[in-house]
């Protein structure tokens, strides 16, 4: 089915492991983002791509990296995970940018003990 | 910068009764404006989105808004909710000149019956 898959669903890993989380989609949209949702803080934008090998930082990018070597996938990778980093993360994929809008995945929610 | 504030953390409102989800946006340059809904353990879905023309626009769910340039807002409403509407409500901005969106830290609207 088209549309954007994101996994794993849950995950939970220690203090200062490297977790990877992936993104696919099926749309061929240009544009790619990653976003985590905490309570009180509505979605924060942690890296966005505009095509295949174009990412930029959003709002928190410290200590998550980012790669986009097919347009269909954008993972998001803790290099060491922090229990700050315990959240809802969330792919999204844009068509056009600004004046298309998101299409998002289930999210992962990943708890880092 | 761009700021989107959405006053209300958390608003209840019974069955049948008109609703309105409140959203007020900072910003230097003119801005494409969403509503987005979260039901629990999903991504996000559109709402509506307004880019230019018409200031009022519909969308999905007997659900509308209306930007306001002078005021720089984009009030979510309904005039007669649903139980099925229980959910979190969140309202993003796009700079015409960017690609990145920013949101609100979300309404969480509870149908009570």
């Known amino acids: 089915d088209a549309g954007i898959t994101q996994s794993p669903r849950y995950k939970i890993t220690e203090t200062g492991r490297q977790v990877t989380l992936m993104c696919h989609q099926t749309w061929s949209h240009s544009y790619m983002f990653w976003y985590r949702q905490d309570l009180g803080h509505g979605l924060r934008l942690i890296y966005y791509s505009a095509a295949a090998d174009i990412t930029d930082k959003g709002e928190v990018p410290d200590g998550y990296v980012v790669s986009r070597s097919k347009t269909e996938n954008f993972p998001l990778t803790l290099e060491s995970a922090t229990r700050s980093q315990t959240s809802v993360y969330f792919c999204?994929?844009?068509?056009?940018?600004?004046?298309?809008?998101?299409?998002f995945g289930n999210g992962t929610r990943l708890t880092v003990t | 910068a761009q700021s989107v504030t959405q006053l209300d953390s958390q608003v209840p409102v019974f069955e049948e009764a008109p609703v309105e989800l409140r959203c007020n946006y900072s910003s230097s340059v003119s801005v494409y404006l969403f509503w987005y809904v979260q039901y629990p353990n999903q991504g996000l879905q559109l709402l509506l989105k307004y880019l230019s023309g018409s200031t009022l626009v519909k969308g999905i769910n007997g659900f509308e808004a209306e930007f306001n340039k002078s005021q720089t807002s984009f009030h979510l409403r309904k005039p007669s909710v649903h139980i099925s509407d229980t959910a979190e409500y969140f309202c993003?901005?796009?700079?015409?000149?960017?690609?990145?969106?920013?949101f609100g830290t979300g309404t969480s609207l509870t149908v009570i019956p």
């Open positions: 999204a994929s844009s068509e056009k940018g600004a004046a298309s809008p998101l299409h």
């Open positions: 993003a901005v796009s700079p015409n000149t960017g690609n990145q969106f920013y």
